[in-house]
């Protein structure tokens, strides 16, 4: 999956979006699996996630990074990811220094 999201990625070298690997996400009942988070929005766990839905999902991650609170509403999302989020977490709250 994350070669596929790679290579999907090359093709839209102007989103600003970067990817990084990690081990674990702890939802394996749900396949693949993938997050997207940025500084005050919510962070969304997405699963179900097949490598031939690579460039969807780079779509998917240009619509967020476009919201301004990174809720994506499924009318917005490409059709082949009607239902792949799993859940969302809200942007974690400023704290005072």
Same mark, same amino acid.
């Given at each position: !999956? &994350?070669?596929? /999201? ?5 093709? $839209? ?9 990690v081990?674990?996400? $702890? ?5 693949? %699996?993938? %997050?997207?988070?940025?500084p005050?929005?919510? #962070? !969304? ?8 839905? +690579?460039?969807?999902?780079?779509? &998917?991650?240009? =619509? &967020? $990074?476009? #919201?301004? %609170?990174? %809720? /994506?509403?499924? #009318?917005?999302?490409? +059709? #082949?990811?009607?239902? =792949? /989020? ?10 005072? $220094?």
């Open positions: !999956m &994350y070669d596929a /999201v790679a290579a999907a990625l090359q093709a $839209a070298p102007d989103l600003p979006v970067r990817l990084h690997p081990a674990c996400l $702890a939802a394996c009942a749900q396949g693949c %699996t993938a %997050t997207l988070s940025a005050g929005k919510w #962070s !969304m766990l997405l699963g179900r996630l097949d490598p031939a839905l +690579a460039a969807d999902l780079i779509a &998917y991650a240009g =619509i &967020y $990074a476009a #919201s301004r %609170t990174g %809720t /994506v509403m499924p #009318s917005k999302r490409p +059709a #082949s990811l009607a239902g =792949i /989020v799993l859940g969302r977490l809200p942007a974690p709250l400023e704290t005072a $220094a």
